[in-house]
């Protein structure tokens, strides 16, 4: 059966991946299409949609196909909630049937697949938003600001701290999970290209350099204690475009959490930036913002071409050459997670010094550090 295109009006849209975080984008979209802000026309996932799932769909199709229910619905925008080794194909997909997209984080798992998706997206001229969503958070902008202003003098150095706990269902929550390839292909999960991406790109793009230019070296150790092939543990010491030293310690391994936290260090002060919860700290006081959602400013965007997205796919090409020196660096070295004494202290140490976990003495971080310089051109494709 053909179904009408939604190319007039309303923009029509398409879910694909309705499980994990795609079920908080049914509910986004049922919210929106109750403001009248879209017409959800399509949900394709392999798996059924249970009685909430199927109650915020509506009278949206359901399919197990992506592929097929895009070329029978022709959507105005597709939103893609899937695993990270299929975004690419995804999303080509997507753009090439005419949508604009929004692609959950990380858009990629390897430089080559971002350079595919630039293709697609200069090919087709359609909009392509990545789900960072902390980048909708008015905290980093008024961050932003406050370094662009000088109100932490120059900017001489920026650090990542993440301190989380992931249970083994976590790992174990899907055939991808945890892995570094599956069937042949990239996936490149980890603490540091998944749980915490949102640290290290808002790390490598506060100082100013922008996201889309190219990081000039990169410098890691990794570590895992779960029954994975990805990293639970790590470290990274980068310099940006601009040469400002930024150091990033991660870890899902921490029994008591803490909310992720960056801090931008100046000559005149220092910032803390806690981008979970929208909570900033500079010298000039104590605040908490609101937060733009993706989908609506790419809504915005798709009504009103000057309006700027708040994460273009563009300016995610530092953080997926953090992501492509994972993905080249060896296996991440296999420690016991009862060795893990002073984990916090460690990597609160290792991202204030700008050291590795390698270089602070502890008996188990004894990765040897892998070192990257990314390519000075952004990919092809």
């Not at 592929?67 to 619905?73: G, M, N, T």
Request: charged content about 20%.
């Amino acid at each position: 059966m053909t179904m009408t295109s939604g190319r007039a009006g309303q923009p029509s849209v398409v879910l694909v991946g309705a499980h994990g975080y795609g079920r908080e984008h049914l509910h986004r979209l049922a919210r929106l299409q109750a403001a009248g802000r879209l017409r959800l026309v399509g949900v394709a996932d392999p798996r059924p949609l249970d009685a909430e799932q199927r109650s915020l769909a509506g009278a949206a199709a359901h399919r197990p196909d992506a592929a097929e229910l895009i070329a029978a619905v022709e959507p105005d925008l597709v939103i893609l909630a899937t695993p990270v080794h299929t975004h690419v194909d995804l999303a080509v997909l997507a753009l090439r049937a005419g949508a604009h997209v929004l692609l959950e984080k990380p858009p990629a798992p390897t430089l080559d697949g971002l350079g595919q998706l630039l293709a697609a997206q200069r090919e087709t001229g359609r909009a392509c938003q990545i789900g960072f969503q902390a980048f909708g958070s008015g905290a980093v902008d008024e961050l932003t600001r406050q370094i662009r202003a000088g109100v932490l003098g120059e900017v001489r150095g920026i650090a990542a701290t993440g301190l989380w706990w992931r249970d083994d269902d976590y790992w174990s929550r899907s055939a991808w999970a945890g892995r570094r390839w599956l069937h042949g292909r990239p996936v490149n999960d980890g603490a540091l290209t998944n749980a915490f991406a949102h640290a290290v790109a808002l790390a490598v793009r506060l100082d100013g350099s922008g996201g889309d230019r190219s990081i000039r070296q990169i410098e890691l150790d990794t570590y895992r204690t779960r029954a994975v092939t990805a990293h639970d543990t790590a470290s990274v010491r980068l310099r940006t475009a601009r040469g400002t030293p930024v150091t990033i310690a991660v870890t899902l391994c921490a029994q008591q959490p803490v909310e992720p936290f960056i801090e931008v260090f100046g000559s005149a002060g220092t910032a803390v930036l806690h981008y979970t919860q929208d909570r900033l700290r500079t010298p000039a006081g104590d605040s908490v913002h609101r937060r733009t959602d993706l989908v609506e400013n790419l809504l915005d965007q798709i009504a009103d071409p000057g309006v700027p997205l708040l994460v273009p796919l563009s300016q995610t090409l530092s953080f997926t050459q953090v992501a492509e020196a994972v993905h080249r660096s060896p296996a991440p070295v296999e420690v016991a997670q009862r060795s893990l004494t002073d984990l916090p202290a460690l990597t609160r140490r290792a991202a204030t010094t700008g050291r590795l976990y390698r270089e602070l003495g502890a008996d188990w971080a004894r990765a040897a550090a892998y070192r990257w310089t990314p390519p000075s051109h952004p990919p092809t494709g």
